[in-house]
């Protein structure tokens, strides 16, 4: 096993590396000199308890992973089991709303003898809803607008499809406003 000042120095230069910073982007970061940060990598010093904390907020790691080996390969497993997580509890929640659209269609259809085929056109937007609400957690801007357009498009559709003796198809029009809200509201606020 490598002493703690090697463990710490490789797990700073695997975490400047994948994050694309230089020895100097790093120093600057933090308020130090490229020297030092070079000296911490060759484990020539060993940064001070309040510095490695700096770090492990900077690269979003807890303090003690850096005192662990291979830490960049401890958070890829970690960010695997992460979307392994999310996956399965999306697809189980998707799986409930399709689950319960089956049930009372087949109570509605069965029982009451009325053809509710657009109970499953409804679970299409609340379906993605789920998936928007779980997807929050892992704040992915580009996933949050898909999710968000989605829903938007399928609750329009199932509207036109609601009511689609009325002949309202100008309902997709709302649609255009809606979708340029939307667009500046993810791309141009702040992050």
């Not at 096993?1 to 975490?15: C, F, P, T, V």
């Not at 401890?74 to 960010?79: C, D, F, G, V």
Request: with cysteine; hydrophobic share 55%.
């Amino acid at each position: 096993m490598k002493d703690i000042k090697g463990i710490i120095a490789q797990n700073i230069i695997d975490l400047r590396k994948e994050h694309n910073l230089t020895q100097s982007e790093l120093a600057s970061k933090l308020n130090y000199s490229d020297n030092t940060v070079s000296r911490w990598e060759h484990a020539e010093i060993t940064p001070s308890i309040e510095t490695l904390a700096e770090i492990a907020k900077l690269f979003n790691v807890p303090i003690e992973d850096l005192l662990k080996e291979n830490v960049t390969k401890i958070l890829s497993e970690e960010k695997k089991m992460d979307l392994v997580k999310w996956l399965a509890t999306t697809l189980l929640c998707m799986t409930f709303i399709w689950f319960v659209a089956a049930i009372v269609y087949f109570y509605v259809k069965t029982f009451l003898h009325i053809d509710a085929w657009m109970l499953f056109m409804w679970a299409a937007p609340a379906s993605l809803a789920t998936m928007l609400l779980i997807n929050v957690k892992w704040q992915n801007r580009i996933f949050n607008f898909c999710f968000l357009s989605c829903i938007l498009w399928t609750i329009i559709t199932c509207f036109f499809l609601q009511f689609l003796s009325y002949h309202i198809w100008l309902i997709y029009i709302i649609g255009i406003p809606a979708q340029v809200a939307l667009t500046i509201w993810t791309f141009v606020r702040k992050k």
